[in-house]
């Protein structure tokens, strides 16, 4: 994967960021620059602060110390599905339009035709199989076609064609100019990643794309 330009704009930076939870140290001094039409992934091992680094970026929980800047319209979509059980995805689409205030729901349509499962619109989430869910889950978080966006595992519980149609998807974001930001454990994902940010000992350090 060519990276973008060194010219572009930056999307999305966090300086000195620090998190600890009681006395527990999380994050101690990260600083990150991301730039537009990047598509960059979040590694380390487990309990390394990669989820609290993601719901940090997009304010949904707040550093000790440290600030993030962030450049046009963001999303967040989390590891763990958020939805409703009693509604459909349908239902949950039309919410999050009054939410979006989009117009009509044709990118969203887009995505769950990608994500091949249309089929299951109109059944209740508490039915749907661990993937669907997740599908779902990203498809709430891109409709908006946001500028950045930050997924926690998004393909987790997805079979090799979805794993393959969210890569697809990825890369027409990264050639429409926006940027996306995944975290992983899975080694083969690198290759499809312009810069690889490995967290380990509660910093942030770039393995891959320092030649940018």
């Known amino acids: 994967m060519t990276a973008p330009p060194t010219s572009a704009a930056t999307a999305l930076s966090a300086q000195d960021v ?6 527990h140290v999380v994050l101690a001094g990260v600083d990150l620059t991301i730039r537009s039409g990047e598509t960059v992934g979040v590694v ?4 390394a602060g990669k989820s609290t680094l993601l719901r940090i970026l997009c304010g949904d929980l707040r550093p000790d110390k440290g600030s993030v800047v962030i450049d046009g319209t963001l999303s967040h979509c989390p590891q763990h ?13 039309n919410l999050f339009q009054e939410a979006f205030r989009l117009r009509n729901l044709d990118h969203a349509h887009e995505l769950i035709d990608r994500l091949a499962f249309a089929d299951h619109l109109h059944r209740p989430v508490k039915v749907l199989s661990g993937g669907t869910r997740q599908k779902l889950n990203l498809v709430l978080a891109l409709m908006h076609d946001p500028d950045v966006a930050l997924l926690d595992e998004p393909y987790q519980g997805f079979d090799w064609q979805t794993y393959l149609a969210f890569w697809d998807l990825a890369a027409a974001r990264r050639a429409a100019g926006r940027t996306t930001v995944v975290i992983s454990h899975l080694a083969y994902d690198i290759d499809r990643l312009d810069s690889v940010i490995q967290l380990t000992g ?6 891959k794309g320092a030649d940018r």
């Open 18 to 23: 620090h998190k600890a939870y009681g006395k």
């Open 202 to 207: 509660k910093v942030a350090v770039l393995t």
């Open 44 to 47: 380390g091992e487990n309990g």
């Open 81 to 93: 599905p958020v939805l409703n059980n009693a509604l459909t995805p349908f239902q949950h689409l």
